[in-house]
């Protein structure tokens, strides 16, 4: 079962974070290109990153909370990412 958008919202805004006028893109929809960092969440993500320079691209191991997730799964996905964060 997968998770829910409203789900991924409400972990947000635990961090003042608003969310809900989201649309989600694909990858190729982005130009990587002005970005200084870019951050992959997991290897899944990253195989979508061809033709970004290697040395702007962060491997992160933090799993998609989107497959069989539930909200205490996006809670725990936006704190590892958080954490994260700080060591940019």
């Known amino acids: 079962m997968a998770g829910d958008a409203a789900d991924a919202i409400?972990?947000?805004?635990?961090f003042d974070i608003d969310a809900s006028g989201h649309q989600?893109?694909?990858v190729r929809e982005v130009d990587?290109?002005?970005f200084e960092v870019v951050v992959a969440l997991d290897s899944n993500a990253m195989g979508h990153l061809g033709g970004v320079d290697t040395g702007?691209?962060?491997q992160w191991k933090i799993p998609d909370?989107?497959?069989g997730a539930g909200p205490e799964d996006?809670?725990?996905c936006a704190n590892q990412i958080m954490r994260?964060?700080?060591s940019l």
């Open 32 to 34: 990587l290109a002005s």
């Open 56 to 58: 702007r691209i962060r």
């Open 24 to 26: 989600p893109r694909h």
């Open 65 to 67: 909370p989107w497959i």
């Open 74 to 76: 996006y809670r725990r």
């Open 84 to 86: 994260e964060l700080k």
């Open 10 to 14: 409400h972990a947000l805004w635990e």
